[in-house]
């Protein structure tokens, strides 16, 4: 009776490791209003929004990452199409950006773009290994992505 018990209670701690394993390496989707949101706020902690501009930012920002999801999530597209019209849409949104920030705060916009993707390359460097094909096509706010 005891070994009975031991082989279940050892198969269901393996069964719960492989499920946490699973599910760890999923990677949160979000909407594009939520990376909007998030993106929106991380901007304004590093480049202090003011004079109406954040609400401004934030309908840039939202109109951006509504297109890039639409383009992400386009099943007939290849990847190097979705790649090149993502980069499309965030250089168009650098483009409106700097007719909203006033001239220091476009500079420092660039300054936490540059910042992001260092931060990102360094992460992805670390979890290269982890990440499926899949989970590199999200995007990832917590970058300022879009």
Known sequence: MKMKLSKITTFFFAFFICAVSVFSQQKVK???EQVADIVTKKMDEFI?????SFERVYDVNRSTAQKNFEVRTDSQMTL???NELINENNE????????VLSPEQFKKFLEF????KI???KQTTN???TVSKNQEDQPNPEFGEL
């Open 48 to 52: 202090v929004l003011k004079d109406g």
């Open 119 to 121: 931060k990102k390359s």
């Open 127 to 129: 979890s290269k290994s």
């Open 113 to 116: 773009e540059q910042a992001m």
């Open 30 to 32: 979000y909407s594009p």
């Open 80 to 82: 190097a199409r979705k």
């Open 92 to 99: 168009n949104r650098k483009q409106f950006l700097q007719d």
